[in-house]
Structures are given as C-alpha cells and as structure tokens.
C-alpha cells in the first residue's frame, strides 16, 4: 500500500509538468502584453521596454518556463505581476474558501445522489423513476454559470432570502453550493441507478431472497455494496471537476476563492498566479483521485491485493 501511494505521488511530477508546460505556453500566445498592463495606457513604449527587460519577458519562453521551473522546486511560485505579493501567499490565503465551497457541495451532491440513484432504480419505471431521470438530465445539462444567474435571479434579487455574493455567513454558501453541486448531484445519481440496475437481477441476489433476507437488506448490503465501484469512481471524478467548475460559480458569485482568482489573473496576463491556481488545482485533483483508488481496495478486497 504504501509503495502503491508513493508510485502515485512520484507520477504527479510529470503531470505538473506537462500541465504548467501546457499553461504556460497557452500564456504566452495569449493577446495582450502584461507588462503594458502593469503600467497602464499612458505609459510610453521606453517604460514598457524597460519593465519587460526587468521582469524576463524578453527572453524566449522556454528560457522564462525553466526559470519558473527553478524557482517551483525550490519552493518559491513567484511573485504576482499585479499585486505585488507573493503567490503561495496569495493562493493559500484563497485556498480555503474554494475547498470549504466543494466540501460542501460535495458532500451535499452525494448524501442527495446516492439515495436517489437505489430509489430510482429499485422502482425503475415508475414515475419516480422517470421523473428523476429527467430532473438529472436537466442538471448534466444545465451549464452552471445558467443555473447560478437563474438562483441570483430569484432567491437573490426576487426574494431577497441569500446574498448575491461574498462569503460572510452560511448562507453565502447555500447558492453557490447548489449551482455547482447540481450537475455532479445528477451524474452521480444516473451512475448509481445504472450500476444499481445491472447488479439486482444478478444470481446471488435472488438467492438472498430466497434466503428470506430482507428488501432493505438485499438492496442495501448486497446489490449497493457490489454496485459501489462504479459509483465511487464517479464521485471522484466529479469532486475534481469540483474545482474546474468554481471558476464558474466563484465569478457568478464574487466568491474569494481559487477560481475567480484564476480568472482575475487570466485577464491581467499575470502567468505566475495564474500557474500557481493551476499547480494547486492539479494537486488537489491528482490527491482526489489517489483517495479514490485506495478506498477501492476497502470496498473490494480483490482490488486492495493489487496495491502490495
């Protein structure tokens, strides 16, 4: 097990590599000059030649990259083009918002998701069975920035029940966590029913009732817990795509996190804070998905004999 999780954080190297090579680049082909940025319209070309010079623009990118590079394994992310600071500063003191933001979303997709997925398809073809299917479509569809403008629209402006942006109390998070839970909440849902639907007709299912076991019991303890893989597997992906999404719903609801901080420094041309929110991304999503892989081996022991 451990040589297995030690494998798995040594292939993360290669992954922000390739991620902040790909970014990086992405960057520098990108219109707009930061240095003009930084100084504003009315600086003259001189000045902005001499920032340039000063900051390492000139040099070509791959030089500028491997200079990152060095720094990264080093421990330093840079200094922000526009504010000034550091970035680990900057991105740290932001990080917590946006895990707080998913954890709740989250956790409240999957308490929703799972139950209604066994529901669904335990009464499958049944109008609770339809209509469900339908209002999961309805989120695997629905682009979150949509859903976020039409919940401001009426729990916000209409009724005036939540903030329209900010991060002050607990209500601050009720909007944002639905507009970005609801699309995970349905994916998970469909999964569940899906794998659900595919492990009851199954033979050691109907030996268990025919054993005198209990509906509850046979759905819960046998059908659920051998139908769990699939389901586990999508709760990964889409707590990952957690943090994709808050790009999103941050901007939508001026949250303080990663995202709308991302976007910020997109738009100022500001490549060290914008490969800082990249790296801490990648980490985030490699360590998701390295959690996930080990709880396999706890949901079936035939898995867990493949990390030794």
């Not at 000139?58 to 200094?79: E, I």
Request: proline letters at 5%; charged letters at 15%.
């Amino acid at each position: 097990m451990v040589k297995y999780v030690i494998k798995r954080l040594l292939a993360l190297i290669p992954v922000i590599l390739g991620v902040t090579f790909l970014v990086f680049m992405i960057m520098q082909l990108a219109p707009g000059d930061a240095a003009k940025l930084i100084l504003g319209e009315s600086a003259t070309q001189e000045q902005v030649e001499e920032l340039r010079e000063e900051m390492g623009l000139n040099d070509p990118a791959v030089v500028q990259y491997g200079r990152y590079m060095l720094n990264f394994v080093q421990g330093d992310l840079g200094t922000s083009y526009s504010t000034k600071r550091p970035v680990a500063e900057e991105v740290f003191s932001r990080f917590p918002y946006t895990f707080n933001l998913s954890i709740v979303a989250g956790v409240v997709s999957i308490l929703l998701a799972i139950p209604l997925g066994i529901l669904a398809a335990v009464k499958q073809n049944t109008l609770f069975d339809n209509v469900s299917m339908i209002v999961s479509l309805i989120g695997v569809s629905m682009p979150i920035f949509w859903l976020a403008l039409l919940l401001v629209l009426c729990f916000s402006l209409k009724l005036g029940w939540f903030p329209v942006q900010g991060a002050e109390s607990w209500k601050s998070y009720v909007l944002p966590a639905i507009s970005l839970g609801f699309m995970n909440m349905a994916a998970i849902a469909r999964t569940t029913r899906s794998s659900m639907l595919e492990t009851i007709p199954q033979d050691y299912i109907r030996t268990a009732r025919a054993k005198g076991v209990s509906k509850r019991q046979v759905i819960v303890k046998h059908a659920f817990k051998n139908a769990l893989i699939p389901t586990i597997t999508v709760c990964g992906i889409q707590l990952g795509q957690l943090l994709g999404g808050s790009v999103l719903t941050e901007t939508v609801f001026a949250w303080p996190g990663i995202g709308r901080l991302l976007v910020q420094s997109i738009n100022a041309r500001d490549v060290p804070m914008v490969l800082g929110c990249i790296i801490v991304m990648t980490v985030c999503f490699s360590i998701v998905n390295l959690l996930i892989d080990l709880l396999y081996g706890f949901v079936d022991p035939r898995i867990k004999s493949m990390y030794s």
